[in-house]
């Protein structure tokens, strides 16, 4: 994963993508226990949002390094990449509000736990919703915080219906 | 305490003391499951592909009741 931070900071001093933060279930992790996931999920803003191809600079960087493309993903070192460009405000205000980590000496931007949950909501599998209780139990987020960015986002009806679901004791 | 509730308990205990691992621990364990997972996956893949093709239980009914 380590590798995965510095081709991504590298990425960035080098105007290939403009931000990145680490989201999904690898962001989970630096808030609760660690979960089962086949890849990387990182969320990216690119420095010209209107081209149609928006990751062929991103896929062309790293294959220039030796890192090759593995069905939607990059495979870097250890773990499949996927390359997610900001989908929606939400994503956009998640990408822009990251924190930096110190991921074994090298700065890596994650997801901050609020917004994780928030995505999860908006997504609304199973699995995102056991993310969000995850994320609760871990106390790394209050369902003040959830409910705050569910209304500034459109997901208030969808909080209300997760609460009666699962937190209405 | 029942012995179930003294299982649950220990489970608890477990699964707290991994949410306490440094974020780079819990990844190298998520690694370790990926890679095991991964081996089942193609392990399965490896049996499907060289078990002979056979129709299931519906299909051989279906055939049955058109005769």
């Keep these: 994963m380590k590798e995965v931070a510095e081709l991504l900071n590298a990425m960035c001093s080098a ?9 999904g279930a690898i962001a989970q ?18 420095p010209d ?37 900001f989908f929606n405000p939400l994503a956009e205000e998640a990408l822009e509000r990251a924190e930096i980590d110190n991921f074994e000496g090298v700065a890596f931007r994650v997801v901050r736990a609020d917004h994780l949950a928030a995505i999860a909501l908006s997504s ?10 995850g994320l609760l139990e871990s106390g790394s987020v209050t369902r003040e915080q959830i409910a705050r960015l569910a209304a500034r986002h459109g997901l208030a009806d969808a909080w209300t219906r997760f609460q009666a679901r699962f937190l209405n004791e | 305490m029942s ?46 592909r060289s078990a002979p093709l056979k129709p299931s239980t519906t299909v051989l009914r279906k055939l049955e009741n058109r005769k």
């Design chain 1, 15 to 23: 105007g290939v993508i403009r931000e990145y933060a680490l989201f």
């Design chain 2, 3 to 48: 012995e179930t509730q003294k299982l649950l308990e220990r489970q608890a205990g477990w699964q707290k003391g991994r949410a306490a691992l440094t974020w780079s621990e819990k990844i190298r364990m998520a690694e370790a499951v990926r890679e095991s997972v991964a081996q089942l996956r193609r392990a399965r893949l490896l049996r499907l």
């Design chain 1, 29 to 46: 992790m630096r808030y609760t226990e660690p979960v089962a996931t086949p890849d990387t999920e990182v969320l990216v803003a690119v």
């Design chain 1, 49 to 85: 949002p209107q081209r149609l191809d928006l990751l062929k600079p991103s896929y062309e960087y790293c294959a220039a390094r030796g890192y090759q493309p593995e069905d939607e993903t990059v495979r870097i070192g250890a773990w499949p990449v996927q390359f997610v460009p």
């Design chain 1, 124 to 133: 609304g599998r199973a699995k995102d919703y056991a993310r969000i209780l």
